[in-house]
């Protein structure tokens, strides 16, 4: 619960936000940490580039705020049951479980250390808690009792528990959708309409009925939780009840944070998010990613091309959260001989020299990137800062060191990756992966295949790493 006599702590940062439509100042109300819960993946296949540009916004936002001495908390939960698909009313991860033939938690366990992997290649800094949702039921058991106790949920003739929309006054707010305006039949959610008292309510518990595999005992009978119901669960118990930021994708507004909202809500009795803060979308050549249209893009199709992932952080850094992206192929080539060219000039520049000149030409580009993140801005005024003849290398490598500590292009790496081919970096790409899903046997017969390219690979806890030998 917030503390009405704590003072919040006032950040430099800005954003907008989705609730209010406008831009916010940020602050942390508990007057010490900023409080981030960001939506994590489903666990059920690798998260594609579009689901990396929306978590690698609570690092942009962590990674700047820090370098005004502002700290934050994130956590970021794993979808590992409950999430439904759209089309077939069917849990995505029992889906992929009989389609592969495979426990659905060793799958869950597969993906969830991959993506942990793209994040360290994308330079992401981990959160500081990953919950799991099938590790959290007790949590969300008690906070589907507790709005049971307050009138805000029901058991439904089918025994699952739903959600009274109907009395949470303000639901709507984040989406601009009103109970009044959703018409009954409108598939925003999958359950049956049969067993609930009102069209827009949604489940919180769903009896198992058939389903044998990944259901829990509860005061209810045996089934499992509803997707929303996870994050109001998990935001309110590891956030102590007070969320300054959160963050998703713009699918997400509805009906996920809208739910997610109305529970957290009802059940506190205040408004426990401060700031709703969504991504725009990226597309790839010009179309919404989907396994069906073959446009997926994985970080490992980006290692697989010789490029560096990188080069997918530069390529978001260079567009506002709030506008829509269309990557290319193209782009991030470009986006890939940027960043070698920044690498090989910071190491012509050589040493920084921070004059008070530096200082201020500096704090104007943080300044643009607390701006509601215009990061973009800020890398338009580092081109020109690179181009410009006038300035001194040392002045040059300040500015780039020090915007790096926030952009995480690994700026003064030592360009041996310019020296692999694209054979060799695919064999690296394909091994970290075969580590990731624990496939020891592959994973040995990769490192032999580029020991005879000249590639020494080592493993540590951080990860994969390699030397050139040959
Ligand atoms: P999921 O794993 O499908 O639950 O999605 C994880 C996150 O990625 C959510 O915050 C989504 O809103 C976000 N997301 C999904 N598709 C895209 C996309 N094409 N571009 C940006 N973010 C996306
Ligand atoms: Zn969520």
Same mark, same amino acid.
């Given at each position: 619960? /917030? ?119 994308? %330079? ?32 439904? /003739? ?32 999958? /359950?049956?309409? %049969? ?53 998703? %994708? ?43 249209? %073959? ?19 530069? /390529? ?155």
């Amino acid at each position: 619960m /917030t503390d009405a006599m704590t003072r919040a702590l006032e950040t430099k940062l800005s954003l907008f936000d989705t609730r209010t439509r406008k831009v916010a100042s940020i602050s942390a109300s508990n007057g010490s940490h900023l409080r981030i819960y960001s939506c994590g993946p489903t666990v059920y296949r690798d998260a594609h580039v579009g689901n990396l540009r929306t978590f690698l916004l609570s690092d942009l936002i962590i990674k700047v705020l820090k370098y005004t001495g502002v700290d934050a908390r994130l956590v970021q939960n794993i979808t590992d049951v409950g999430h439904m698909s759209e089309d077939l009313h069917e849990d995505k991860l029992l889906a992929e479980s009989s389609a592969r033939k495979m426990d659905p938690f060793e799958i869950a366990r597969e993906f969830e250390s991959r993506f942990h992997h793209d994040l360290q290649l994308l %330079g992401v800094n981990p959160a500081n808690i990953y919950p799991r949702a099938s590790e959290s039921i007790e949590m969300m058991q008690s906070l589907i009792s507790q709005l049971i106790e307050k009138g805000h949920a029901y058991v439904g /003739t089918d025994s699952s528990v739903y959600f009274d929309a109907r009395s949470f006054e303000s639901y709507g707010e984040i989406s601009g959708n009103r109970l009044d305006a959703l018409k009954p039949g409108h598939r925003y959610e999958y /359950t049956d309409d %049969g067993a609930k008292r009102f069209h827009a309510d949604w489940a919180l518990w769903k009896a198992a009925g058939e389903r044998t595999e990944m259901i829990w005992d509860s005061p209810w009978g045996a089934g499992f939780p509803g997707w929303h119901i996870e994050c109001s669960a998990m935001s309110l118990h590891y956030l102590d009840g007070a969320v300054d930021l959160h963050l998703g %994708g713009i699918d997400l507004r509805f009906p996920h944070h809208e739910n997610e909202r109305a529970q957290s809500n009802a059940a506190a009795g205040y408004e426990v998010v401060s700031n709703w803060v969504h991504g725009e979308h990226l597309l790839f050549e010009g179309r919404k990613m989907s396994k069906s249209a %073959g446009n997926v893009v994985l970080v490992s199709d980006i290692v697989a091309r010789g490029l560096d992932p990188l080069a997918l952080r530069l /390529t978001f850094l260079e567009n506002r959260y709030r506008s829509q992206i269309d990557l290319t192929w193209d782009a991030l080539a470009a986006a890939d001989s940027t960043i070698k060219r920044w690498r090989k000039k910071l190491k012509d520049w050589g040493a920084s020299d921070a004059t008070p000149e530096a200082q201020i030409v500096l704090s104007q580009l943080v300044e643009l990137v607390l701006d509601d993140l215009g990061s973009a801005d800020a890398i338009v005024e580092l081109r020109r800062i690179e181009r410009d003849e006038h300035l001194a290398p040392s002045f040059r490598a300040f500015i780039f060191r020090e915007l790096d500590q926030i952009f995480s292009l690994d700026l003064d790496r030592a360009e041996e990756s310019a020296r692999l081919t694209s054979e060799q970096e695919g064999l690296l790409a394909a091994r970290a992966e075969a580590r990731a899903a624990k496939d020891f046997a592959q994973s040995d017969l990769l490192r032999d295949q580029l020991r005879a390219l000249g590639v020494e690979v080592k493993d540590s806890a951080s990860g994969q790493s390699y030397e050139i030998i040959l």
